[in-house]
């Protein structure tokens, strides 16, 4: 028997026919515009589906079984027209490069035009220069600039570097921040230069992930450089550039440039010294800082931003009673223990939920407690989604679909064979994760998972110690956040103030191993509760703070959510708070 309309729960108005547009049934009841006609129905063909959720079906064949709706897919693009007319060997697009000590030889090679270009942010077709973004001879995308600096690149093109093509063969690779610096160093004799797509990240942008899109397209490009020079703008955006680039890149390769005093650019140096500086600035460059090897010179700029701007802390945790306490900054690692079951997993991937959401960070994560995999997703999209994954009043399948998409933006798992379950193969996977995804943070939960098949001439301390300088000089490398699950060693319950046997709040110094979990860390946190115990209050106690900028040492209650995995900030419940010269506990 043929199927209708209300067996898929849709309502088509009396009398209807051909195109309608309804609430879809699957999305529409858990949306807040439950109103909005999401649906489009063909009710002559029997067909429907929703623009909004993505669920569609035939009265024939039912509703559409979606086979796996994250699945990875290559993204398509949209490869521009360019038939780049002859331009005049006059007016106003040399006179604009003349005026920027570009020739017209050079903007020529480039195939540079003029020509209309519909600017969307002004809604009108307006005049602008073109710069072709050629890879492989083929035009990938065009960048747009009007006389106003309104720039455009084409929709649905792929993001590249611009100048890829005048690299290849080349050991030295420049990177410089617009077309034009590009141009310029073209002019002062170096082709081997490159510009990011999209300039520099806005200093205050906290989310800057898609800038650096271009990356993950130019990998096999840009491993083979040897040196890697750092031409940027010399303001706050192009050292924030710079920064995440040699973040990304690996530092050891990085140099960087100093542009003379006056000077913001390379084209700026070339208007305003002429060519032979501009190359000079090139041949001069400096190594940039690697760990261990510091002149002040190296960080003067910090030195005067901690003047101006004062202690930066690390990022805010998201619980206001637990950021009075520990900030979590990048270049640190913070050890996590807690009794078995005390809900350290659920605090860290918590708090990572909060980073993510807060400032966009994004994590590799080693945690082969939380396999399978679905599982930690789970967990993840109910904190994500503030609703849980099962039951009655579970997340619906929208909300699903939009948490598994910002959990696979956010999160990269590490899990290596088994045979390679050390500390060196997690910083390595790590590593790739930094310069592809840019990721601010890593987890390994826990520490007994990793393979500690310690060498026969170290003892465990000294295999601890040299593991965790590791962690710490990875940490700091890359100016990530590193956090370590570690357990105690074994425990005895002790009794409490009201006479009760209960397991004591364990320190760094319980973990088993070694004191160098304490000495080393330069957070120290516990997550401690009364197991068994109908209380969903949590204990989180900060032992230990390195940097005051960070936090200082006390302890908070925060209230758990045992259906969404959410922790809250009840307000009040601080239990004490130790700092200044009161009384350290830790
Ligand atoms: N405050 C709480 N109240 C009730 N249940 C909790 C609380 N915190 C965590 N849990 C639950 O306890 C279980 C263990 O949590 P979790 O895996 O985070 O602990 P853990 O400290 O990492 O454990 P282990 O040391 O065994 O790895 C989970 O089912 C979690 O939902």
């Known amino acids: 028997m043929s199927k209708d309309w209300t067996d898929f729960g849709i309502t088509i108005p009396q009398g209807k026919t051909g195109e309608v547009a309804t609430t879809c049934p699957q999305c529409s009841p858990h949306r807040k515009k439950q109103n909005v006609k999401c649906l489009s129905v063909n009710v002559d063909k029997g067909v ?34 360019y038939r780049p007319e002859p331009q005049p060997e006059s007016g106003s697009l040399v006179d604009w490069f003349a005026a920027r000590g570009i020739p017209l030889e050079v903007v020529k090679r480039n195939r540079i035009t003029i020509g209309k270009v519909y600017m969307p942010q002004l809604e009108e077709e307006v005049n602008a220069i073109r710069f072709p973004y ?14 106003r600096k309104n720039f455009r690149m084409e929709t649905g093109a792929e993001r590249i570097l611009y100048g890829l093509d ?36 806005s200093p205050k942008a906290k989310d800057y992930t898609s800038k650096f899109s271009f990356i993950e397209g130019a990998e096999d490009f840009l491993s083979g450089f040897q040196r890697i020079i750092l031409a940027v703008d010399n303001d706050e955006p192009g050292k924030k550039l710079e920064e995440e680039l040699a973040r990304r890149l690996g530092r050891e390769r990085c140099w960087m440039v100093q542009w003379p005093e006056g000077c913001k650019d390379a084209n700026d140096v070339l208007v305003k010294r002429g060519r032979d500086t501009l190359r000079e600035c090139i041949e001069q460059v400096r190594p940039y800082p690697v760990q261990g090897l510091f002149d002040v010179a190296d960080f003067s700029p910090q030195i005067v931003r901690l003047y101006d701007n004062g202690h930066v802390s690390g990022a805010k945790t998201g619980w206001p009673c637990l950021d009075r306490f520990i900030t979590f900054a990048p ?8 009794i078995p079951g005390s809900g350290k997993s659920e605090f ?13 960070w994004t994590f590799a994560v080693f945690s082969p407690e939380n396999y399978p995999l679905e599982l930690h997703v789970q967990k993840l999209a109910e904190k994500f989604v503030g609703k849980p994954f099962f039951g009655r009043s579970r997340m619906d399948r929208t909300e699903l ?21 050390t500390v060196d193969r997690i910083l390595n996977l790590a590593k790739i994760a930094v310069r592809r995804k840019g990721i601010r943070g890593i987890v390994v939960d826990p520490w007994n998972e990793i393979d500690h098949n310690r060498p026969a001439n170290l003892s465990e301390t000294e295999y601890i110690s040299q593991s965790l300088s590791k962690i710490r000089r990875f940490a700091r490398e890359h100016d990530i956040h590193v956090w370590v699950v570690a357990h105690p060693a074994k425990l005895r319950k002790e009794k409490d103030e009201a006479g009760r046997m209960v397991y004591p709040v364990p320190t760094p110094y319980d973990v088993s191993g070694s004191a160098h979990w304490r000495n080393k860390a330069d957070n120290a946190v516990t997550v401690h ?24 040492p006390g302890v908070v209650e925060l209230r758990y959510d045992y259906f969404t995995g959410r922790y809250s900030d009840p307000e009040g419940r601080t239990v004490r708070s130790i700092g200044g010269n009161d009384e350290c506990p830790y």
Not at 134 to 147: F, L, M, Q, T, W
């Open 48 to 81: 429907w589906h929703c623009n909004h959720c993505d669920w569609r079906g035939t009265l024939k064949s039912g509703a559409e079984e979606r086979s796996n709706p994250y699945a990875w897919t290559p993204k398509t693009y949209r490869k521009p027209e």
């Open 529 to 552: 509760r009364e197991i068994g115990s109908d209380d969903s209050m949590v204990q989180v106690h900060v032992q230990k703070v390195r940097f005051k900028t960070c936090g200082k």
């Open 348 to 360: 860290i991937d918590a708090l990572l939920v909060n980073l993510a959401l807060a400032y966009g």
């Open 401 to 421: 679909d939009k948490a598994v998409r910002w959990v696979n933006e956010r999160f990269t798992f590490m899990l290596p064979e088994a045979d390679e379950l």
């Open 331 to 338: 270049g640190q690692w913070s050890l996590v223990t807690g």
């Open 166 to 201: 005048d690299c290849a063969g080349a050991d030295v690779l420049i990177i410089v921040e617009g077309e034009i610096d590009k141009l310029s160093l073209e002019v002062a004799g170096f082709l081997n230069s490159v510009s990011v797509p999209d300039g520099a990240p």
């Open 134 to 147: 050629y890879r492989a001879g083929e035009v990938v995308n065009i960048k747009s600039r009007d006389h």
